[in-house]
């Protein structure tokens, strides 16, 4: 295996191109006009705090976004905020999907999931998908790739132990990641034996998208890396925005019907696509925020073709209908 210090040297081709004025058909199951990822992310636990090692507290996506990080000691306030989200918001959360029978993708850092332990099998027994959020909610920037390597061996360590699933995760989203962590995600699957289904780090499109294994610089057979695209403007966190974010639960569920409007005419015209809704168990899981989800989901309820699909059933259905070629790589799908 290459040294570790030469994945910081990867960067992939920025594809800016991608399906252009063509773009495909996915054919979603039962002819759905759109396809739904909720994606909640668990993250409480994770966070910055010096009891973990750390300099100070954490700062990033937090009511008072922009309290300074408390170095040296703790912050009681910002905990607590944390707290909240593992006490009260994901239970809420997981509450309103049962109710309407839709299944998220749970976006999880494995130190979150270690500190509510109960929660990791049952969610899995509903019926939602654990995917990689890294073992610790931390930038990986900071770290060299050799620890950042061996956080994600930690998170899938983690995530098998605490799920109960020796095939979890199929999925990646590290997001506040090195340029280093598609190789190493892509490199550790392969490690563990793990079925490596998509990277979710990415932006970029309505779509799901290939991009060329970046195992292959190593000599290791193309076999591509999907791509399932997330959300940042469909996202809860910017409650916490100062200046550019939701005022109210009612701002959030319009800019959500909004979005799925124009995705779902789309989808009638025969261009179908894919909305990611990003939440967090600390903002939208207080009470006056999650209004507006359950709103959105009652919306959705009532229209025909939606199909509400975790990421790695997307994933799936990608895979079989347009498997991965150096053609479908550089964006085209036939």
Partial sequence: ???????????????????????????????????????????????????????????????????????????????????????????????????????????????????????????????????SHGDRWINSMAMSPEEEEEHMHQAIDRLQKYTGDPNVPRGWMIGRRSNASPRLYCRAAKERGLEFLYSSDSYGDDLPYWLESPLASEGEPDEGMLVIPYSLDCNDFRFVVPGSGWSSGEDFYNHLVDTFDVLYEEGLEGRAKMMSVGLHNRCVGRPGRLAAVEKFMQYISTKEGVWVARRDEIARHWREKFPYTVERCQGRML
């Fill in 1 to 131: 295996m290459p040294s570790a210090t030469k994945y910081s040297e990867y960067l992939p081709e920025r594809p800016l191109v991608g399906y252009g004025m063509d773009q495909p058909d996915p054919h979603w199951p039962g002819g759905a006009k759109i396809a739904v990822s909720f994606v909640i992310n668990w993250e409480e636990g994770g966070e910055r705090n010096i009891l973990e090692g750390d300099s100070g507290s954490e700062t990033f996506i937090i009511e008072h976004l922009t309290r300074p990080s408390r170095i040296g000691g703790r912050d009681d306030m910002t905990e607590s905020e944390f707290e909240y989200g593992g006490r009260a918001g994901l239970p809420r959360l997981m509450r309103l999907f049962k109710k309407y029978n839709f299944k998220s993708t749970i976006y999880t850092v494995a130190a979150a999931l270690e500190r509510a332990p109960y929660l990791g099998p049952m969610l899995v027994a509903q019926g939602h998908e654990i995917a």
